[in-house]
Nanobody, 124 residues
Framework: QVQLVESGGGLVQAGGSLRLSCVASGLTFSSYTMGWFRQAPGKEREFVGCISWWSGSLPLYANSVKGRFTISRDSAKNTVYLEMNSLKPEDTAVYYC????????????????WGQGTQVTVSS
């Protein structure tokens, strides 16, 4: 019954921007840390960042995206966002959102619920 639905992926040129959204349902949104992962063909699923359930918590980012990506959440809409700027071809991947009750999960196996993913393709 828990569902995480990503949207906003697409094709963008290097240097461009995209904003991904993930709408959560069937869970108490305020009790869950929301994370973003990405997976390129033939590669392992990679942690992108997360934002904890604490009120006023700040996001945690992987070094590869720090300074370029921004995570935020809107409790009224049960939605977490991933704003991606200065995109590079190496950012091309399927992007997934995930949810867990732990405070700062950074590993795939720490997350309980997952969305279906949305494709982001960055051309050079």
């Amino acid at each position: 019954q828990v569902q995480l639905v990503e949207s906003g992926g697409g094709l963008v040129q290097a240097g461009g921007s995209l904003r991904l959204s993930c709408v959560a349902s069937g869970l108490t949104f305020s009790s869950y840390t929301m994370g973003w992962f990405r997976q390129a063909p033939g590669k392992e699923r990679e942690f992108v960042g997360c934002i904890s359930w604490w009120s006023g918590s700040l996001p945690l980012y992987a070094n590869s995206v720090k300074g370029r990506f921004t995570i935020s959440r809107d409790s009224a809409k049960n939605t977490v966002y991933l704003e991606m700027n200065s995109l590079k071809p190496e950012d091309t991947a399927v992007y997934y959102c995930a949810a867990d009750r732990n405070s700062w999960p950074t590993r795939e196996r720490e997350y309980t619920y997952w969305g279906q993913g949305t494709q982001v393709t960055v051309s050079s």
